[in-house]
């Protein structure tokens, strides 16, 4: 789950981390008196959106007056914000972050991220802030340090300096570097978080330079939320695909893909599986639908109606290896489906596991015109075959 950049803010606030004073606007006139009241010659007026790239494509802008900091914020609200990571048709700009201008002296890189291949939290940082760190590595490589942090003794000062050393932090701006990295590694843990991304990290100040977080980022552990209730409190459904927020409501997990194979298979690993599977006969699954264990004929039903809202769907794969699920439940969800969806593209059933027999059974007896498949390579071949005609 991700956040926007003022509840990050916010959320490193609690922890003793330092951010520009600011406040959230939903008008132009709003936006306005949040700068009167912070005060001071200039604002950022930030848009929010769950989308990286807001300054290059417009939604981070400078303001040297309040008429200014009006007309920016007029101009974003209600507009759709197009970056490198919205697509094409953009993110609707629904609020605004208005903070005080920083007097920026240099920009860093920080982020904490789960390193899967050691199985622990990772400190990246790099002298190159204000950057995308994939254009860093690829560039300049040399410039990333990395230092992996023990979970069973936490993030320690003499690794912080480490790192603040060797992006170029020194003399007063060292005990900062070290509070300041302690405390999001402290966040990102209680959290369950899974990324913290602080970019950039400045040094910012006229006379006394001091270290400021002006941007964040935080992305968290869907599976932890349940233990998370101030985190659950910041999503924000409206940056969501509806049909991934309707999913969840029903106990699936759904991502849109941009291929034409709907998919509806029960667990992660097989469904990465038949992704690959499908990829691999030349086609192009339209989603990722796991139903989980235990499916029910309504989850079924309410599967098949999420995977048919997207216009793209020429068919539907259905692969299930039942253990905790039964073949049956699947077999009649799935006629249910077609009787109150009128379903009206081939469905390619592979079952295999519990109840398999009866399954089989039920949807041979149906009536129904299933296509029946005998494994993975079976299914994802039928269905390819299906799409190119």
Known sequence: MNIHEYQAKELLKTYGVPVPNGAVAYSDAQAASVAEEIGGSRWVVKAQI?????????GVKVANSIEEVRQYADAMLGSHLVTH???PEGSLVQRLWVEQASHIKKEYYLGFVIDRGNQRITLIASSEGGMEIEEVAKETPEKIVK???????????FQCRKVATAIGLKGKLMPQAVRLMKAIYRCMRDKDALQAEINPLAVVGESEESLMVL????????????RQRVITEMRDLAEEDPKEVEASGHGLNYIALDGDIGCIVNGAGLAMA???AITLHGGRPANFLDVGGGASPE???NACRIVLEDPNVRCILVNIFAGINRCDWIAKGLIQACD?????VPLIVRLAGTNVDEGRKILAESGLSFITAENLDDAAAKAVAIVKG
Request: aromatic residues 6%.
């Open 340 to 344: 109150s969806l009128q379903i009206k």
């Open 50 to 58: 769950h989308a990286g790239g807001r300054g290059k494509a417009g």
């Open 85 to 87: 990571q919205t697509g």
């Open 299 to 301: 989850k079924v039903t």
């Open 215 to 226: 941007d964040a980022k935080f992305n968290f552990d869907d599976n932890a939320l349940y």
């Open 274 to 276: 038949s992704l690959d």
């Open 147 to 157: 230092e992996v942090v023990d979970p069973a003794i936490g993030l320690l000062d």
